[in-house]
């Protein structure tokens, strides 16, 4: 992949000259930005109750989501087993390499821990955390998080600890300033599977990513 940090970072440069600003951030700066967002309130919200899974799993499956549930961590791999069989799909895929001490070989499951390339049909990725109030669920890159696993394969597997469902979207913001800091590279919010509504307004699945999103939600996790 390639490096584009020092492209980004000169042409942020080149904005804060314009704005007689110094090249580097100071921290005044950095404290007023936290300021406005400890203090600036929030949008209107619905009101989605106590059942974040509830909530969450209702509205994925709106969005063309398909949803399992299981108790532990440890029934991950026979669920995506079962879901490939179900599709008839060998059970081959990349995955991100946080998933790599689950038993996957156990569950019959063959795993690839690196990007994908066009020939890989599976990405099996965790989430940063989901959005109840949308189905939504937000991936942030890193060296073991690579955005592409979710977007180059047709098919798109999530797993999902109810621990990290959040009722709205600026709770996923808050805990993502919370437990990171600043946000990386590339931040995805998924809200089902890849569509297009451009030819004659008939919605197309798969466009431009994953035919299908399966969401597998570890209730006890």
Known sequence: MMDTSAARQAIFSRIRKAQQRSNQVSQGERDAVQDYLRHHPN?????IGENLIGHFREQARRMSDTVAEVASMAEVPAAVAVYLDDLGIAKQAIAWKTLDSLAWEQAGVTLAYRPPVNADLIGITSVFCAVAET???????????????????????AILPASRIVAYMEDAFALVRAERGELPRATNFISGPSR????????????HGPYRVHVIVVTNA
């Open 43 to 47: 949008g209107p919200q619905p009101h």
């Open 196 to 207: 297009t509504g451009d030819i004659e307004q008939t919605i197309v699945l798969g466009a």
């Open 135 to 157: 189905g939504s669920l937000l991936l942030l890159s890193g060296p073991g998080t690579y955005a592409s696993a979710s977007l180059l394969p047709e098919t798109h597997i």
